[in-house]
């Protein structure tokens, strides 16, 4: 490995200690996760980043970061401080807020099994690779918000940062419609997804998906959708079977870019005749692409997110012979074949997209080979959590296609957008600041050598 990116994760490990409370600390070194005996003993309270590149999402200017507590006091430079103050050189480094993961899957049960990542070890994963706090996705109990909601709050007290949950609607009563209410007025998540695939499980049709976002008009929450024509999709996976393609190719035949596009198109009218904001969850084509450009284009709201396994893979990896590695690949809606990756970076590029997430949910070979002989069987799910910040920066800012302030736009600021009461913030207040959630509690610290 370049010394250079030794030398940078051990900068950001040690930022990391010094400004997460001493509790929060010890579970990594108790887990083994510090690079060092030193990292560990770091306790000191007030710490000064001096010199370095800050970049946030309007504007760059070299400065100190000034941080007691884990809050940061002073942005600006040449700060004086005194001796009890712990002092990190960032001269010819990027100071950036660390990343914001919209979309995210720990402890999820899913196809008979469950993600191997919790909410401790996806954490970990997260800070390893600059992502401060992430977003995951509450599943009902039997329909219920409400016991699906205390279900994941049990699961997140291993959480060792920050979180915020959107809640993922199955079914549609009257008690569905209570409890969406008690998410937005008392548990503060104001975000609800209908799975527009999965049939026989998370699928919604369309008269649940037109309730759904009149009830979330009324109650100013944003709704969101994974936009695959699921009826479709069964009807190819029954094709793909019956004509002896049981590998995870299938998977990616049985549902094509067109099946995504159309239930992208199909919901993006929907919200419209209902007059209320969309947010498309990975977007995976430059099919579905195509609909939010025209979409946003005639003024709708409407936002898209691709995932970075879409912006940086192609599918090629479903048709390796061996099946394992091949599995590993399986995810909905499926990694594209090539082309689609690179139009999905000119998306992201010029504002037709806006931020990006992962779709982290992770199974582990023995659970992918549940689907050894019927690709229908695979868990659908990739990695991205730990990869997404350095992905995103090589793909994008090295390539030049977007600048560094954009960078954290559409890895942290973005994230933030539409659900700013949605999070569990652990930590980091800022008695009296007048400055977003994200400034407040995520500047640190993803630090990024200037090449």
């Not at 400004?19 to 990594?28: A, K, Q, T, Y």
């Not at 996760?33 to 980043?49: D, F, P, Q």
């Not at 960078?407 to 652990?426: D, H, M, P």
Request: glycine share 8%; net charge negative.
């Amino acid at each position: 490995m370049d010394h250079s990116l030794i030398s940078l994760r051990l900068l950001y490990i040690l930022l990391l200690f010094a400004c997460l409370p001493f509790s929060r600390s010890n579970e990594f070194c108790d887990a083994g996760i510090a690079y060092t005996e030193s990292t560990c003993r770091v306790s000191s309270s007030k710490l000064l980043i001096k010199g370095g590149t800050v970049v946030n999402a309007h504007l760059q200017e070299i400065a100190d970061v000034y941080v007691e507590d884990g809050t940061i006091i002073a942005v600006k430079p040449n700060i004086k401080v005194g001796d009890d103050v712990t002092l990190l050189d960032a001269t010819g480094k990027y100071v950036m807020p660390g990343g914001i993961d919209p979309h995210t899957h720990l402890a999820f049960e899913f196809m008979g099994t469950e993600t191997i990542d919790d909410f401790f070890s996806g954490q970990a994963a997260a800070l390893a690779g600059g992502t401060t706090m992430h977003i995951d996705f509450v599943i009902p109990v039997n329909g219920s918000l409400v016991a699906g909601f205390e279900a994941y709050e049990k699961k997140a007290k291993k959480s060792c940062m920050d979180y915020g949950f959107h809640m993922a609607i199955s079914k549609w009563d009257e008690s569905v419609s209570r409890e969406m209410e008690i998410m937005v007025k008392e548990k503060g998540i104001n975000s609800f997804k209908f799975f527009m695939a999965y049939k026989g499980a998370l699928m919604i049709s369309d008269e649940l998906l037109l309730q759904g976002l009149e009830r979330c008009k009324s109650l100013g929450a944003l709704a969101m959708v994974h936009a695959e024509n699921g009826d479709a999709v069964f009807e190819g996976q029954k094709r793909m079977i019956e004509l002896g393609i049981t590998g995870p190719e299938g998977h990616a035949l049985s549902r094509p870019p067109v099946l995504e596009s159309e239930a992208t198109a199909r919901a993006i009218r929907l919200a419209r005749f209902v007059n209320t904001p969309l947010y498309v969850v990975h977007v995976m084509s430059i099919d579905a692409m195509e609909e939010i450009a025209i979409a946003r284009k005639s003024g709708q709201k409407v936002i898209g997110e691709p995932v970075v396994s879409g912006l940086v893979l192609n599918d090629s990896g479903l048709w390796d012979p061996d099946f394992i590695t091949a599995a590993k690949y399986v995810m909905s809606p499926p990694i594209r074949e090539s082309g689609h990756d690179k139009a999905l970076q000119a998306a992201l590029s010029t504002g037709v997209l806006q931020l990006v997430g992962t779709d982290h949910c992770v199974f582990n070979s023995t659970q992918k080979a549940f689907g050894i002989d019927d690709f229908r069987k695979i868990p659908n799910g990739v990695n991205g959590i730990e990869e997404r910040m350095h992905l995103v920066w090589d793909t994008m800012v090295v390539s030049g296609q977007i600048s560094v302030t954009d960078y954290v736009r559409i890895t942290s600021t973005e994230s933030l957008k539409g659900y700013e009461t949605n999070f569990n913030i652990q930590d980091f207040p800022v008695p009296g600041s007048s400055t977003s959630i994200h400034e407040r509690e995520q500047f640190l610290l993803d630090l990024m050598q200037i090449s």
